[in-house]
Every structure is written in C-alpha cells, then in structure tokens.
C-alpha cells in the first residue's frame, strides 16, 4: 500500500474519532446498550398463561390429560381462545372443557394432527385467575404439543410454550420401586 493511502486512511481515522467523541453522547454510544422504545404498548410479560394442577390418567389406547389454565395477574388482555397442536406425529382429541367454553378439532392436510382449540365467546379467563376443567386425550403413553393463549381475536398473548407429557403408569406392589419408596 503507498503512503499516501496510509496517510489518507489515518486521516479518516482520526476524523471519525473526533466525531464519535464530540457526537458520542448525543449518538447514544456512551451506553453500549441499545434502550428499547416500546412506543404506545404496555410492558409484555414473556407469558401470559400456564397449565397448572396436571394430572394424567391411563384411558384404553392412551392417556388422558386434565389440566387447569391460570392466567397470570399481569396479563394485558383476557384469554379467549387456547390453541393446542401436536407434535411429533401425537394424536391428540379435546377430552372436556368448562361450560360455556367450546373445543374444536381442526383439520389438518398435512401429516402431523390439526390443533384443538378451546374458545370462550361470552366468558374468557381474566387476569388473575385459573379456570378448570380442561382435557385432552393422547392415544400413546407420551404427548408432545405446543400451545398458546390468544385473545378475542385469536392473537397471541404471551409466548408459544413446548409441552411434553408422559402418562403416569401403575406399578406392582412387589416390585424394587416400590420397596424402595416404602422406606424412604
């Protein structure tokens, strides 16, 4: 490189420090994080909802999974629909719901299983509290799925949570584990 190249890039070297530190507070790099500007919106929590009170019980051909949904104080908006869709090649049937709640299977041209959906037209889930009284039927010993709480006009609210359950199995009174539990 020739040495009025050199020249010239220390040149703007020197140029361009000069600027960063007479515009650096004015440019925000005085702080090497960049602060977020949410505009007009509300703080949004990472979720909005949770499965709570689990409990899964054998059925013939699978397991069944009863569930209650909690949706947290700090929720911006009511929670009108719950979207559930199977992963992993799962098949998985709405089992029950609360009264004035509805589910809905809906199909799926491709090869994994459409989603339920769990909707409330008149009576969602306010901020703060846990409606029960929810199902789903797997017909394996395992399910995987993921779901979402979505507002009135099926929006999400919060995060997508990735679900894996396994159905709880009965064991002989005779065996290993048992004894072990007995003296622990």
Not at 80 to 86: A, D, G, M, N, V
Not at 158 to 175: D, H, I, N, Q, S
């Amino acid at each position: 490189m020739s040495l009025k190249r050199q020249t010239i890039g220390i040149c703007i070297g020197i140029l361009i420090c000069a600027l960063c530190l007479i515009l650096g507070p004015a440019a925000g790099l005085s702080n090497p994080v960049v602060p977020y500007d949410p505009g007009q919106t509300n703080d949004m929590p990472s979720a909005a909802a949770r499965i709570v009170n689990l409990v899964s019980s054998p059925v013939p051909g699978g397991c069944r999974y009863s569930f209650d949904i909690e949706v947290f104080p700090t929720c911006w908006k009511p929670v009108y629909h719950l979207r559930i869709e199977s992963l992993a090649e799962t098949v998985i049937d709405p089992a029950s719901w609360p009264a004035d709640w509805v589910a809905e299977k809906i199909p799926s041209g491709m090869k994994s299983d459409g989603p339920i959906v769990f909707s409330a037209e008149n009576q969602p889930i306010l901020p703060g509290e846990i409606l029960q009284g929810f199902a789903l039927v797997s017909y394996s010993a395992e399910a995987a799925f993921r779901w979402y709480p979505a507002d009135s006009e099926e929006i999400l609210i919060g995060k997508l949570t990735r679900v894996e359950l396994g159905c709880a199995t009965a064991t002989e009174p005779g065996t290993w584990g048992s004894i072990k539990a007995m003296y622990r």
